[in-house]
């Protein structure tokens, strides 16, 4: 590991020694979970310590880990079943609305920042998981980087997650009305609602979507010893 992600790991350490948090070094660089109740808190250090001085927040996502290291498809062996498997089950994506998962995933959301120190010349990611208690709650940066105000906005709609003391906290990328957060994992792939012109009615509705969610099976071409014969047999006519 370089030595810069050492001394940034070691003196991050020491600042924050008397809070509970977890780094983790990689060649993607340097990471910090923070408890949520100390996430506002530990920016502000980030920012205006004179050895860290992160000035800039580059970015700042949400995270979706439902159905995280759960593999629909084996693929360990070569299966000739392997697509109807995954047909069959109930993937992230191919829920309805009415069949979406409701059973609570300790730590399912979470919240991503981007820092950069161009004084020092670091990077450093910032993960904070947003307690799933009816309502998904994370305190606002908007006080320590107001450039983080329309990555929260874009959290909120696509994620459904509330940023406390967030001034202007609306939907950014989908329409008035618009139902559920579309970058979460149940969120069905063919909606909630589609839009048709009613002719009773003389003016464009919206109804629950008709659509049955499906998956599409690629066809596979197979090179393997099993087609010797017949490839052999359709190139020699």
């Known amino acids: 590991m370089s030595n810069y992600r050492y ?72 299966s000739s079943t392997g697509f109807s498997r995954g047909i069959k089950s109930k993937g992230p994506g191919r829920f309805s609305w009415d069949e979406r998962r409701e059973e609570s995933m300790p730590n399912r959301f979470a919240v991503v920042a981007q820092l950069l120190s161009m004084k020092h010349n ?37 994620f459904g997650i509330v940023f406390k003391g967030h001034p202007d906290l609306r939907r950014i990328l989908t329409d008035y009305g618009f139902i559920g957060h579309p970058f979460r994992k149940d969120f069905p792939l063919v909606g909630n609602v589609e839009v048709k012109y009613d002719e009773e009615q003389k003016r464009v509705v ?9 998956v599409l099976v690629p066809k596979t071409i197979r090179r393997d010893s099993r087609y010797v014969d017949t490839m052999n047999d359709q190139e020699a006519s």
Request: overall charge negative.
């Open 122 to 158: 670091h990077r450093l990611t910032l993960k904070c998981f947003a307690p799933d208690e009816g309502m998904l709650a994370v305190n606002s940066l908007i006080d320590v980087w107001p450039g983080v105000n329309w990555f929260e906005r874009e959290a909120f709609d696509l």
């Open 7 to 78: 001394e940034l790991s070691k003196l991050l350490a020491e600042v924050f020694s008397d809070i509970d948090i977890k780094l983790t070094e990689s060649r993607l660089g340097v990471e910090m979970l923070i408890p949520v109740d100390s996430w506002v808190d530990v920016a502000k250090t980030l920012r205006d310590d004179k050895n860290l001085y992160f000035e800039q927040l580059i970015d700042l996502c949400g995270v979706d880990y439902l159905t995280y290291g759960e593999a629909e498809w084996q693929t360990d062996g070569v």
């Open 206 to 214: 919206y109804q629950p979507v008709s659509i049955e969610p499906r």
